[in-house]
Nanobody
Framework: VQLQASGGGSVQIGESLRLSCRAS????????MAWYRQASGKQRELVAR???????TYADSVKGRFTVSRDNLRNTVSLQMNSLKLEDTAVYYC?????????????WGQGTQVTVSS
């Protein structure tokens, strides 16, 4: 199982970034995917989740600014982040959830740093 995240970087308040996570080694089509983040000194938190048929949910703090999407042909899940705020600064992790016909346990990508500055 591999989850390769990319797209992080340093931006200013109000700018945008797009994170991507390419998955391999499991049946992506049947797997719910998610993005988490962990800011320095804080617990990891769920940012956005997308199920295998494209239904999505978001943390209240990112609703209306972030959009999660998936491409089942390319085994990729993305997170479009707009109107970035200082408090969005964190390491972002791609997550693949266990499912009856997919993974037997949670799997995590290596994380990608997002830094928002004024």
């Amino acid at each position: 199982v591999q989850l390769q995240a990319s797209g992080g970087g340093s931006v200013q308040i109000g700018e945008s970034l797009r994170l991507s996570c390419r998955a391999s080694g499991f049946d992506f089509r049947v797997t719910n995917m998610a993005w988490y983040r962990q800011a320095s000194g804080k617990q990891r938190e769920l940012v956005a989740r997308i199920n295998n048929v494209g239904g999505s949910t978001y943390a209240d703090s990112v609703k209306g600014r972030f959009t999660v999407s998936r491409d089942n042909l390319r085994n990729t899940v993305s997170l479009q982040m707009n109107s970035l705020k200082l408090e969005d600064t964190a390491v972002y992790y791609c997550n693949a959830e266990p499912s009856p016909f997919g993974l037997s346990q949670n799997s995590w990508g290596q994380g990608t740093q997002v830094t928002v500055s004024s």
